[in-house]
T-cell receptor, first 112, second 110 residues
Framework: DTGVSQNPRHKITKRGQNVTFRCDPI?????LYWYRQTLGQGPEFLTY????????KSRLLSDRFSAERPKGSFSTLEIQRTEQGDSAMYLC??????????FGQGTRLTVV | QQPVQSPQAVILREGEDAVINCSSS?????VHWYRQKHGEAPVFLMI?????EQKGHEKISASFNEKKQQSSLYLTASQLSYSGTYFC???????????FGEGTQLTVNP
């Protein structure tokens, strides 16, 4: 069991650029989640998949954010036209049904 | 609406006990507890499903009072390794989104 893997660990980008993050969940887990965390706050829900279906998306999530989970395996989170307010830690987590979820190490995004 | 955690911070000496509370204004399906150390990912501790069960993991246990929509995390005979920020995450349905509290910062000193 290698745990949830996220790449890259750090990303610095200029405002207006697009970025994409990858998440590889624990292999037998059917649910995959994306959260965002800023300093001093708890993780904030963005979206979640059950297998390849995206079942819920936060109303706070801008149209600039899109997530995919092709074939129910790894997932990608893309942010288009990044803004400084997008700077945060982006956490991926996975679970087998409702047991967990278990978080990856996160991708720290800095928009300059 | 996010759950309310209390206290916001607590400082202990090694071997002392602590209780961290998590309260929600909404009916809950489950409560999930995590510990996060600085610069690291949140680590899953335990899940409590509605039904008032109490669970334990070594010297860390928790309870869930579904009538009051409250959960408490009990840390007994604290160790230095218990230091970190503890978050409760609440789920109103079943296994979808978790809404996290603002966290309780626990510091255990020698």
């Amino acid at each position: 069991d290698t745990g949830v893997s996220q790449n890259p660990r750090h990303k610095i980008t200029k405002r207006g650029q697009n970025v994409t993050f990858r998440c590889d969940p624990i292999s037998e887990h059917n649910r995959l989640y994306w959260y965002r965390q800023t300093l001093g706050q708890g993780p904030e829900f963005l979206t979640y998949f059950q297998n390849e279906a995206q079942l819920e998306k936060s109303r706070l999530l801008s149209d600039r954010f899109s997530a995919e989970r092709p074939k129910g395996s790894f997932s990608t989170l893309e942010i288009q036209r990044t803004e400084q307010g997008d700077s945060a830690m982006y956490l991926c987590a996975s679970s087998l049904w409702d047991r967990g979820p278990f978080f990856g190490q996160g991708t720290r995004l800095t928009v300059v | 609406q996010q759950p309310v955690q209390s206290p916001q911070a607590v400082i202990l000496r090694e071997g002392e006990d602590a209780v961290i509370n998590c309260s929600s204004s909404k009916a809950l399906y489950s409560v999930h507890w995590y510990r996060q150390k600085h610069g690291e990912a949140p680590v899953f501790l335990m899940i409590l499903l509605k039904g008032g069960e109490q669970k334990g993991h070594e010297k860390i246990s928790a309870s869930f009072n579904e009538k009051k929509q409250q959960s408490s995390l009990y840390l007994t005979a604290s160790q230095l390794s218990y230091s970190g920020t503890y978050f409760c995450g609440t789920d109103e349905t079943s296994g979808s989104r978790l809404t996290f509290g603002e966290g309780t910062q626990l510091t255990v000193n020698p």
